[in-house]
């Protein structure tokens, strides 16, 4: 699991259970907050030559990248 104890609130969770329950609660919570978005970026769908990836250009870049280029 990777710890032995989790501090909340100032008391000491050790046993297995506790701490299962401790980080569900806190993942819960993490995952359905409100995340403030930046609205600099642009989230719109972009279409023609950007978004296509071809596959030998993939295995060009892995090849060099592999043979140190």
Same mark, same amino acid.
């Given at each position: 699991?990777?710890?032995?104890?989790?501090?909340?609130?100032?008391?000491?969770?050790?046993?297995?259970?506790?701490?299962?329950?401790? %980080?569900?609660?806190?993942?819960? %919570?993490?995952?359905?907050?409100? +995340? +403030?978005?930046?609205?600099?970026?642009?989230?719109?769908?972009?279409?023609?030559?950007?978004?296509?990836?071809?596959?030998?250009?993939?295995?060009?870049?892995?090849?060099?990248?592999?043979?140190?280029?």
């Amino acid at each position: 699991m990777g710890s032995n104890c989790v501090k909340v609130l100032g008391k000491v969770i050790v046993d297995e259970k506790g701490i299962k329950h401790i %980080r569900k609660e806190y993942m819960d %919570r993490l995952m359905n907050e409100d +995340n +403030n978005c930046d609205h600099r970026i642009s989230t719109e769908v972009k279409e023609g030559p950007a978004d296509c990836i071809r596959i030998n250009k993939v295995a060009a870049s892995l090849k060099n990248s592999l043979d140190g280029d």
